[in-house]
Protein backbone atom coordinates (compact mmCIF):
# COMPACT_ATOMS: atom_id res chain seq x y z
CA UNK A 1 0.00 0.00 0.00
CA UNK A 2 0.95 3.30 -0.11
CA UNK A 3 3.32 4.54 2.26
CA UNK A 4 3.64 8.30 4.37
CA UNK A 5 6.81 9.09 5.90
CA UNK A 6 6.68 11.14 8.58
CA UNK A 7 9.40 12.97 10.55
CA UNK A 8 10.50 13.47 13.40
CA UNK A 9 8.18 10.91 15.31
CA UNK A 10 9.27 12.87 18.41
CA UNK A 11 9.90 16.38 19.67
CA UNK A 12 10.71 17.83 22.93
CA UNK A 13 11.85 21.47 22.98
CA UNK A 14 11.68 24.58 24.96
CA UNK A 15 9.35 27.58 24.59
CA UNK A 16 9.25 30.14 21.52
CA UNK A 17 11.23 27.43 19.52
CA UNK A 18 10.54 26.81 15.74
CA UNK A 19 9.35 23.51 15.17
CA UNK A 20 9.61 22.00 11.48
CA UNK A 21 7.55 18.54 10.94
CA UNK A 22 8.18 16.98 7.14
CA UNK A 23 5.76 14.42 5.38
CA UNK A 24 7.08 12.67 2.55
CA UNK A 25 4.78 10.39 0.26
CA UNK A 26 7.36 7.61 -0.62
CA UNK A 27 5.56 5.71 -3.54
CA UNK A 28 3.17 7.99 -4.88
CA UNK A 29 3.03 11.57 -6.09
CA UNK A 30 0.92 13.18 -3.07
CA UNK A 31 -1.32 15.88 -4.98
CA UNK A 32 -2.74 17.15 -1.59
CA UNK A 33 -1.46 16.82 1.70
CA UNK A 34 -3.52 17.08 5.03
CA UNK A 35 -2.07 18.32 8.46
CA UNK A 36 -4.10 17.09 11.71
CA UNK A 37 -3.80 17.71 15.18
CA UNK A 38 -5.23 15.29 17.33
CA UNK A 39 -5.44 15.62 21.46
CA UNK A 40 -5.59 12.10 24.11
CA UNK A 41 -8.77 10.02 23.23
CA UNK A 42 -10.02 12.79 20.76
CA UNK A 43 -10.60 12.40 17.00
CA UNK A 44 -8.26 14.21 14.39
CA UNK A 45 -8.76 17.82 14.04
CA UNK A 46 -8.36 19.07 10.46
CA UNK A 47 -6.19 21.96 10.83
CA UNK A 48 -5.14 22.61 6.84
CA UNK A 49 -5.15 21.17 3.59
CA UNK A 50 -1.68 22.01 0.95
CA UNK A 51 -2.17 21.23 -2.58
CA UNK A 52 1.34 21.45 -4.15
CA UNK A 53 2.46 24.66 -5.82
CA UNK A 54 -0.28 26.62 -3.96
CA UNK A 55 -0.77 28.31 -0.51
CA UNK A 56 -2.77 25.75 1.93
CA UNK A 57 -5.81 26.54 2.78
CA UNK A 58 -6.37 26.69 6.54
CA UNK A 59 -9.40 25.23 8.98
CA UNK A 60 -11.45 28.07 10.97
CA UNK A 61 -9.43 29.07 14.22
CA UNK A 62 -6.45 27.82 12.99
CA UNK A 63 -3.17 30.59 12.74
CA UNK A 64 -1.95 30.68 9.54
CA UNK A 65 1.13 32.58 10.60
CA UNK A 66 1.86 30.03 13.37
CA UNK A 67 1.29 26.86 11.33
CA UNK A 68 3.29 27.50 8.37
CA UNK A 69 2.53 24.86 5.50
CA UNK A 70 4.71 24.44 2.19
CA UNK A 71 3.65 21.89 -0.37
CA UNK A 72 6.98 22.42 -2.54
CA UNK A 73 6.87 19.22 -4.53
CA UNK A 74 4.31 16.47 -4.78
CA UNK A 75 6.07 14.45 -2.61
CA UNK A 76 6.78 16.72 0.40
CA UNK A 77 4.83 18.74 2.58
CA UNK A 78 6.11 20.41 5.74
CA UNK A 79 4.55 22.20 9.04
CA UNK A 80 6.39 24.75 11.09
CA UNK A 81 4.85 25.37 14.11
CA UNK A 82 6.86 28.66 14.92
CA UNK A 83 7.75 30.04 18.32
CA UNK A 84 6.33 26.95 20.09
CA UNK A 85 4.04 27.55 23.17
CA UNK A 86 3.18 24.87 25.87
CA UNK A 87 -0.56 24.73 24.35
CA UNK A 88 1.05 23.90 21.22
CA UNK A 89 1.91 20.45 21.99
CA UNK A 90 0.10 17.80 20.43
CA UNK A 91 0.23 15.10 18.42
CA UNK A 92 0.39 16.15 14.82
CA UNK A 93 -0.48 13.45 11.66
CA UNK A 94 0.02 14.30 7.89
CA UNK A 95 -1.41 12.41 5.57
CA UNK A 96 -1.43 12.63 1.46
CA UNK A 97 -3.71 11.37 -1.22
CA UNK A 98 -3.92 11.26 -5.10
CA UNK A 99 -5.56 13.05 -7.45
CA UNK A 100 -9.14 12.23 -6.85
CA UNK A 101 -10.90 13.82 -4.43
CA UNK A 102 -12.32 10.75 -2.85
CA UNK A 103 -9.50 8.17 -2.93
CA UNK A 104 -8.53 7.11 0.75
CA UNK A 105 -5.80 9.05 3.17
CA UNK A 106 -2.81 7.56 3.21
CA UNK A 107 -1.43 8.28 7.44
CA UNK A 108 2.11 9.39 8.44
CA UNK A 109 2.44 7.86 12.03
CA UNK A 110 2.69 11.53 13.52
CA UNK A 111 4.62 13.72 15.36
CA UNK A 112 4.57 14.20 19.34
CA UNK A 113 5.49 17.37 20.13
CA UNK A 114 6.31 18.81 23.56
CA UNK A 115 7.27 22.35 24.23
CA UNK A 116 8.40 22.65 27.76
CA UNK B 1 -23.37 21.20 10.65
CA UNK B 2 -22.20 17.55 9.94
CA UNK B 3 -21.96 15.32 12.83
CA UNK B 4 -20.75 11.51 12.94
CA UNK B 5 -20.99 9.52 15.87
CA UNK B 6 -19.10 6.92 17.38
CA UNK B 7 -19.64 5.13 20.57
CA UNK B 8 -16.96 6.05 23.03
CA UNK B 9 -17.46 3.78 24.81
CA UNK B 10 -14.71 1.09 24.54
CA UNK B 11 -15.81 -2.36 22.92
CA UNK B 12 -14.46 -5.85 25.39
CA UNK B 13 -14.81 -8.51 23.39
CA UNK B 14 -13.79 -12.47 23.60
CA UNK B 15 -11.43 -13.46 20.44
CA UNK B 16 -13.26 -15.35 17.90
CA UNK B 17 -16.64 -13.35 18.14
CA UNK B 18 -17.68 -10.90 15.73
CA UNK B 19 -16.92 -6.79 16.59
CA UNK B 20 -19.50 -4.49 15.84
CA UNK B 21 -19.21 -0.98 15.57
CA UNK B 22 -21.13 1.59 15.30
CA UNK B 23 -21.21 5.39 13.10
CA UNK B 24 -23.81 7.30 12.89
CA UNK B 25 -24.22 10.89 10.90
CA UNK B 26 -26.50 13.39 11.05
CA UNK B 27 -27.29 16.51 8.83
CA UNK B 28 -25.39 15.35 5.28
CA UNK B 29 -25.69 12.61 2.90
CA UNK B 30 -22.58 11.24 2.21
CA UNK B 31 -21.15 9.80 -1.42
CA UNK B 32 -18.77 7.73 0.83
CA UNK B 33 -17.94 6.72 3.83
CA UNK B 34 -14.84 5.21 5.38
CA UNK B 35 -13.09 3.41 7.79
CA UNK B 36 -9.85 3.45 9.53
CA UNK B 37 -7.77 1.62 12.16
CA UNK B 38 -5.54 3.76 14.21
CA UNK B 39 -3.08 1.93 17.14
CA UNK B 40 -1.89 3.50 19.79
CA UNK B 41 1.15 6.93 19.27
CA UNK B 42 0.78 5.52 15.52
CA UNK B 43 -1.40 7.37 12.31
CA UNK B 44 -4.83 6.10 11.18
CA UNK B 45 -4.52 3.10 8.36
CA UNK B 46 -7.18 3.06 5.89
CA UNK B 47 -9.02 -0.19 5.67
CA UNK B 48 -12.36 0.35 3.70
CA UNK B 49 -14.66 2.79 1.38
CA UNK B 50 -18.08 2.00 1.06
CA UNK B 51 -19.90 4.41 -1.78
CA UNK B 52 -23.75 5.37 -1.00
CA UNK B 53 -24.51 2.85 -3.66
CA UNK B 54 -23.04 0.38 -1.93
CA UNK B 55 -25.47 -1.89 0.52
CA UNK B 56 -22.19 -3.58 1.85
CA UNK B 57 -18.71 -4.13 1.35
CA UNK B 58 -15.89 -6.87 2.57
CA UNK B 59 -12.34 -7.31 2.55
CA UNK B 60 -11.01 -10.53 4.51
CA UNK B 61 -12.61 -11.09 8.05
CA UNK B 62 -13.93 -7.10 7.47
CA UNK B 63 -17.85 -6.07 6.56
CA UNK B 64 -18.71 -2.77 6.43
CA UNK B 65 -22.76 -1.71 5.70
CA UNK B 66 -24.09 1.65 4.76
CA UNK B 67 -27.24 1.91 5.24
CA UNK B 68 -28.03 5.99 3.80
CA UNK B 69 -31.75 6.09 5.31
CA UNK B 70 -30.83 4.96 8.81
CA UNK B 71 -27.79 7.37 8.19
CA UNK B 72 -25.40 4.71 9.65
CA UNK B 73 -22.32 2.63 9.24
CA UNK B 74 -21.63 -0.50 10.91
CA UNK B 75 -18.26 -2.41 10.90
CA UNK B 76 -17.97 -5.86 11.48
CA UNK B 77 -14.67 -7.50 12.75
CA UNK B 78 -15.65 -10.96 12.56
CA UNK B 79 -13.29 -14.29 14.42
CA UNK B 80 -12.13 -11.14 16.39
CA UNK B 81 -8.24 -11.82 17.44
CA UNK B 82 -6.22 -10.19 19.80
CA UNK B 83 -4.21 -8.09 17.16
CA UNK B 84 -7.30 -6.66 16.44
CA UNK B 85 -7.48 -4.11 19.12
CA UNK B 86 -7.28 -1.10 18.36
CA UNK B 87 -9.24 2.41 17.49
CA UNK B 88 -11.46 2.80 14.48
CA UNK B 89 -12.68 5.70 13.16
CA UNK B 90 -15.20 6.82 10.64
CA UNK B 91 -15.24 9.24 8.12
CA UNK B 92 -16.83 11.08 6.01
CA UNK B 93 -15.94 13.51 3.12
CA UNK B 94 -16.96 17.32 4.51
CA UNK B 95 -20.29 18.83 2.55
CA UNK B 96 -20.12 19.36 -1.14
CA UNK B 97 -17.06 17.26 -0.87
CA UNK B 98 -14.25 20.34 -0.11
CA UNK B 99 -11.47 18.63 -2.33
CA UNK B 100 -11.73 15.64 -0.14
CA UNK B 101 -11.39 16.76 3.31
CA UNK B 102 -12.88 14.41 6.08
CA UNK B 103 -14.30 14.49 8.87
CA UNK B 104 -13.48 12.05 11.31
CA UNK B 105 -15.81 10.53 14.40
CA UNK B 106 -14.08 10.48 17.60
CA UNK B 107 -13.05 6.63 17.37
CA UNK B 108 -14.57 3.52 19.37
CA UNK B 109 -11.56 1.27 21.21
CA UNK B 110 -11.22 -2.25 20.26
CA UNK B 111 -9.90 -4.86 23.20
CA UNK B 112 -10.02 -8.70 22.02
CA UNK B 113 -9.11 -10.80 25.02
CA UNK B 114 -7.50 -13.90 24.33
Redesign the interface.
Known sequence: GAVVSQHPSRVICKSGTSVKIECRSLDFQATTMFWYRQFPKQSLMLMATSNEGSKATYEQGVEKDKFLINHASLTLSTLTVTSAHPEDSSFYICSARGVLSNQPQHFGDGTRLSIL | SQKIEQNSEALNIQEGKTATLTCNYTNYSP??L?W?RQDP??????LL?IRENEKEKRKERLKVTFDTTLKQSLFHITASQPADSATY?CAL?LIY?Q?????????TELSVKP
Open positions: AYQYGRGPVFLLPNGGKLIFGQG
